[in-house]
């Protein structure tokens, strides 16, 4: 007993029409997206100059690129401060998702509709950290190194921006999901609003923070590592120098060295995580 | 020592839930609030220290002499009487992931400088009293557990010694022991009843069992108004009005 959709339609409820539900008989509805989406790849392809020559002619270049990089040049250590900006790229992380987290934690109190002191505030807050999320960091930096200068501050503060945005969303979520009850206790002993913060909703959302806070490192320190390469700072300048002036083997060194590095770093904050959310598991 | 006049207070869709309540608070009493559930015993309990705003009437503390209106006061002013008047929940509010002892330091919040607390910055003398607060809840053993490794009575315990830390001049207890054992709900009561020697006690209850045996005066509230202010010896008619049926709160459901 097989009908066509629109035979069940009438069958059934005699007033079900296929107009009420959306189904259309004219095939054309369905072709047009095809082929404009169809027509749009091949515009793309012709407009970015895709052709399989060129990579089949790259395939050399690559084999090419990687023999010179081997052995690496570990001796670009002893040269320059290259261990140093490796540091420096850390630093840039660690003191960049430190300021965001901070001025995230201001920012969530604002936007989170169970503290936020008026509907106004709490939506501007929200539109804020909208907008710095929107924003990709390329966009702060290629503006605050014309404004700043370029270096390790520039990116920085782009970390700290792009953490606010995320961390900010983060935070504010978890304040509204915690028990509303203590505040209202700390309120009935004549509390402040800071010391209900400080006393109620700061323990609440401990674990929360730290583990947003601890996962965000481990993006800005790609980040940081990206920064560099656009003026930022840190070690991405040095990775960038050494790819321009072909020197190739000191690039695949610094680079080994930095993904250790990074993946050290990585470990240990996912090792201090693990322990917070697991202890949440555990009480 | 307080005074409520004409308190009344409307639900959010417009019903009146209160309509008018008038009494006053002496020193030393341990007065029990009797009546059936959403008669607004709570909603009371809160008009009295500002968590709740009453749409009529006055809360008036007056405690050494110069009476104070408490509804319609704002931040600074609010705070200052809400220090005088304690509070303790129902199935008792710790911050779940502050230690007993901390949870029992909150309760003197109102009394701390902002900038001092949020430094964290209890003396040594504070942390005393807390401890002998503790003590005297019986529970000084477990000051340094987090709350949330309580049990119900330990819990209720040591809200019991948030507010004796708080040292207020009268204590809201709204309905204190409904979610608790019976060797548990003496227990609280009997830690409650001595107090009053320092604070007047305001309890909301809903076993009248346990408000004659406790209380020194009941106030029975039904339809938003007083229907009985007197000693402990409630009448079992008195009951019947109360609650509407014989005595029971659920006998409704069993006619």
């Known amino acids: ?283 | 020592m307080l005074s409520l006049r004409n308190i009344a207070k409307k639900l959010p869709d417009g019903r009146p839930l209160l309509k008018s309540i008038s009494f006053e608070v002496q020193k030393g009493e341990f007065i029990g609030i009797l009546g059936e559930s959403g008669v607004g015993k709570t909603v009371l309990l809160r008009c009295i220290n500002g968590l709740t705003r009453p749409d009529h009437g006055e809360v008036i503390m007056n405690g050494d002499g110069n009476p104070e209106k408490i509804n319609g006061k704002n931040g600074r002013e609010l705070r200052a009487i809400r220090r005088k008047i304690g509070m303790i929940f129902q199935g008792s509010i710790l911050v779940k992931r502050l230690t007993v002892l901390e949870n029992v330091l909150t309760g003197g919040l109102g009394r701390m400088s902002t900038l001092r607390s949020l430094l964290y910055g209890f003396t040594d003398q504070e942390v005393e009293q807390a401890l002998k607060a503790l003590d005297q809840v019986g529970i000084r053993s477990l000051a340094g557990r987090r709350a949330e490794t309580l049990s119900g009575g330990e819990m209720q315990r040591a809200a019991i010694a948030r507010a004796i830390f708080q040292n207020p001049r009268l204590l809201l207890a709204d309905e204190p022991v409904s979610n608790l054992d019976p060797k548990n709900t003496e227990m609280i009561l009997d830690l409650l009843k001595p107090l009053t020697n320092q604070m007047a006690i305001i309890g909301v209850f809903h076993a009248p069992k346990l408000v004659t045996k406790y209380c020194t005066r009941i106030i029975g509230i039904r339809d938003g108004l007083v229907v009985y202010d007197g000693g402990p010896d409630i009448p079992d008619s008195m009951l019947d009005l109360i609650y509407g049926t014989n005595g029971n709160p659920c006998g409704q459901l069993s006619n």
């Open chain 1, 1 to 283: 007993m097989k009908y066509p959709l629109r035979e069940i339609f009438r069958k059934g409820s005699g007033e079900l029409i296929s107009s009420e539900v959306g189904y259309k008989r004219w095939p054309l509805h369905s072709l047009v997206p095809k082929i404009g989406l169809t027509l749009l790849f091949i515009w793309s392809l012709v407009n970015l100059n895709i052709s399989p020559r060129l990579f089949l002619e790259g395939i050399p270049h690559f084999f090419n690129l990687v023999s010179e990089m081997f052995p690496p040049n570990w001796e670009v250590f002893w040269r320059g401060k290259i261990l140093w900006s490796i540091l420096e790229t850390l630093a840039m992380a660690f003191v960049g998702t430190f300021w965001g987290a901070l001025g995230a934690f201001f920012f969530a109190l604002l936007a989170a509709s169970n503290l936020s002191p008026s509907k106004i505030v709490r939506e501007i807050a929200k539109r804020c950290l909208t907008a710095e999320r929107s924003i990709p960091p390329l966009i702060y930096i290629l503006l605050l190194v014309v404004v700043i200068g370029l270096g390790p501050f520039a990116g920085t503060i782009v970390i700290a921006l792009g953490t606010i945005g995320m961390l900010g969303k983060l935070f504010a979520e978890a304040i509204e999901t915690i028990d509303p009850k203590p505040l209202e206790s700390l309120e009935s002993a004549g509390a402040t609003k800071p010391q209900i913060i400080r006393y109620a909703v700061l323990p609440q959302v401990t674990p929360s923070l730290i583990a947003n806070t601890l996962f965000r490192f481990d993006i800005n320190l790609r980040v940081a590592l990206f920064l560099g390469v656009v003026g930022g700072g840190g070690i991405g300048v040095d990775l960038q120098m050494a790819m321009s002036l072909f020197r190739y083997a000191d690039a695949l060194a610094i680079t080994v060295v930095t993904l250790v590095v990074i993946w050290t770093a990585e470990r240990i904050s996912d090792f201090f995580r693990r322990k917070v959310i697991g202890q949440e598991v555990l009480l």
